[in-house]
């Protein structure tokens, strides 16, 4: 009997160790995140998870890692903070290599204090607030632009080159449309312009026709959106069949998701003149650029179906970017969070061929770019 027990005893033994050392071995790298799959901003999540999962597939499929594979892990916070932080604290128990990725301003404000916390390393937040740049919170690198600096150059067009004056701005009632207000005040009190008007909306609502009144009231030229796409869709829609405000110009950030803007407002017959677009990434669909050539021949290898847009492209370029910095650090085997916080500051100059990048303000990209939407493309303002 006691030969038997021992037996088994051994037996369990050597059954966990090879399953500890399976699970232990490194063979796999993960990556985790938190993003919208439902709610009103699921196609920004989708975007995000659909673009970073074709180019970790590319990577695995190609053994760009060593024989180890890139996992990325996701939960869906519906854009709502609270379940942002709830999921972050699940993932964090995990043994991730780096969170990457959260979508939104507000979501991202609330895990802050699990960052610092359990001190994860943080790339590529989709969000351009002020808050994620500053250097109270060293384990973060940012990709994109800000939103300041796309609000710079979005009114220094409609002011400087436009010479429109009354300005009204429609925003979303958080953290995110905070951020654009202030940022939008500071602007136009450097230049001696006070808003025409405000108006705002509740997240994840379309609760629009108090803030359409205000603004309307106000006659302006031009309308700054800092919102969400169904919600600056749903206003933009209404505007078009008002008197006062069909010929408005509407002048959008990134994070009001161009592509799905344009796909709403299409649905309803709605015309998209005047509006302008700004973007933290060239036209993805620019095919004389050498990384928007790769950027469409993975897609569609990986997610041929799936539509191709500006959110999807800086998806893309950030996971390139995360990958090629792992394999840097792989290849020398030192891959740790400290070692990848460090050299995510410091990518090869020309690791996405023609899109610059250089750590400033705690990002990696620093220009901003102006669309208009014309003949069912989006066509760059050269200034």
Same mark, same amino acid.
């Given at each position: 009997?006691?030969?038997?027990?021992?037996?088994?005893?051994?037996?369990?033994?050597?059954?966990?160790?090879?399953?500890?050392?399976? $699970?232990?071995? =490194? @063979?796999?790298? %993960? !990556? *985790? +995140?938190?993003?919208?799959? #439902?709610?009103?901003? $699921?196609?920004? =999540? @989708?975007?995000? %998870? !659909? *673009? +970073?999962?074709?180019?970790? #597939?590319?990577?695995?499929?190609?053994?760009?890692?060593?024989?180890?594979?890139?996992?990325?892990?996701?939960?869906?916070?519906?854009?709502?903070?609270?379940?942002?932080?709830?999921?972050?604290?699940?993932?964090?128990?995990?043994?991730?290599?780096?969170?990457?990725?959260?979508?939104?301003?507000?979501?991202?404000?609330?895990?802050?204090?699990?960052?610092?916390?359990?001190?994860?390393?943080?790339?590529?937040?989709?969000?351009?607030?002020?808050?994620?740049?500053?250097?109270?919170?060293?384990?973060?690198?940012?990709?994109?632009?800000?939103?300041?600096?796309?609000?710079?150059?979005?009114?220094?067009?409609?002011?400087?080159?436009?010479?429109?004056?009354?300005?009204?701005?429609?925003?979303?009632?958080?953290?995110?449309?905070?951020?654009?207000?202030?940022?939008?005040?500071?602007?136009?009190?450097?230049?001696?312009?006070?808003?025409?008007?405000?108006?705002?909306?509740?997240?994840?609502?379309?609760?629009?026709?108090?803030?359409?009144?205000?603004?309307?009231?106000?006659?302006?030229?031009?309308?700054?959106?800092?919102?969400?796409?169904?919600?600056?869709?749903?206003?933009?829609?209404?505007?078009?069949?008002?008197?006062?405000?069909?010929?408005?110009?509407?002048?959008?950030?990134?994070?009001?998701?161009?592509?799905?803007?344009?796909?709403?407002?299409?649905?309803?017959?709605?015309?998209?003149?005047?509006?302008?677009?700004?973007?933290?990434?060239?036209?993805?669909?620019?095919?004389?650029?050498?990384?928007?050539?790769?950027?469409?021949?993975?897609?569609?290898?990986?997610?041929?179906?799936?539509?191709?847009?500006?959110?999807?492209?800086?998806?893309?370029?950030?996971?390139?970017?995360?990958?090629?910095?792992?394999?840097?650090?792989?290849?020398?085997?030192?891959?740790?969070?400290?070692?990848?916080?460090?050299?995510?500051?410091?990518?090869?100059?020309?690791?996405?061929?023609?899109?610059?990048?250089?750590?400033?303000?705690?990002?990696?990209?620093?220009?901003?770019?102006?669309?208009?939407?014309?003949?069912?493309?989006?066509?760059?303002?050269?200034?």
């Amino acid at each position: 009997m006691v030969k038997k027990v021992l037996f088994i005893t051994i037996i369990l033994i050597l059954f966990y160790l090879v399953n500890f050392e399976k $699970k232990n071995s =490194g @063979d796999e790298i %993960l !990556i *985790a +995140s938190s993003i919208p799959k #439902s709610s009103g901003l $699921k196609a920004w =999540g @989708d975007a995000v %998870l !659909i *673009a +970073s999962n074709s180019y970790f #597939s590319y990577v695995n499929d190609n053994n760009l890692l060593k024989d180890k594979k890139i996992v990325f892990k996701t939960l869906d916070d519906k854009y709502e903070p609270d379940l942002t932080y709830e999921n972050i604290q699940k993932l964090s128990k995990d043994n991730i290599l780096a969170l990457y990725g959260v979508v939104g301003t507000p979501t991202n404000k609330e895990i802050l204090p699990l960052l610092e916390k359990n001190n994860l390393l943080y790339f590529s937040p989709f969000s351009g607030a002020e808050f994620l740049r500053n250097n109270t919170i060293p384990n973060i690198v940012n990709f994109r632009a800000s939103y300041k600096e796309e609000l710079e150059n979005l009114l220094n067009y409609i002011i400087d080159e436009k010479n429109l004056k009354k300005i009204a701005i429609f925003y979303q009632n958080d953290e995110y449309g905070e951020e654009g207000l202030i940022s939008t005040l500071k602007i136009l009190k450097d230049k001696n312009i006070e808003l025409s008007a405000t108006g705002t909306y509740k997240r994840n609502s379309l609760s629009i026709s108090h803030a359409f009144n205000e603004i309307k009231n106000s006659k302006p030229e031009a309308i700054v959106m800092i919102g969400a796409y169904k919600a600056i869709s749903l206003f933009i829609e209404k505007a078009k069949k008002d008197k006062v405000l069909k010929d408005t110009i509407f002048c959008n950030i990134s994070f009001g998701d161009a592509n799905s803007i344009v796909k709403e407002l299409e649905s309803t017959n709605t015309n998209t003149k005047n509006l302008i677009f700004s973007q933290i990434v060239p036209n993805y669909n620019d095919k004389s650029l050498q990384i928007v050539q790769e950027y469409q021949s993975i897609m569609q290898k990986y997610a041929k179906d799936k539509p191709l847009g500006f959110i999807s492209f800086e998806a893309f370029l950030a996971s390139k970017v995360l990958v090629n910095q792992i394999s840097k650090l792989e290849k020398i085997g030192e891959l740790n969070q400290k070692n990848l916080l460090n050299t995510l500051k410091n990518p090869p100059k020309n690791l996405l061929y023609e899109i610059e990048m250089g750590f400033k303000n705690n990002q990696l990209l620093n220009k901003t770019y102006l669309f208009e939407y014309k003949n069912n493309n989006f066509e760059e303002i050269k200034r």
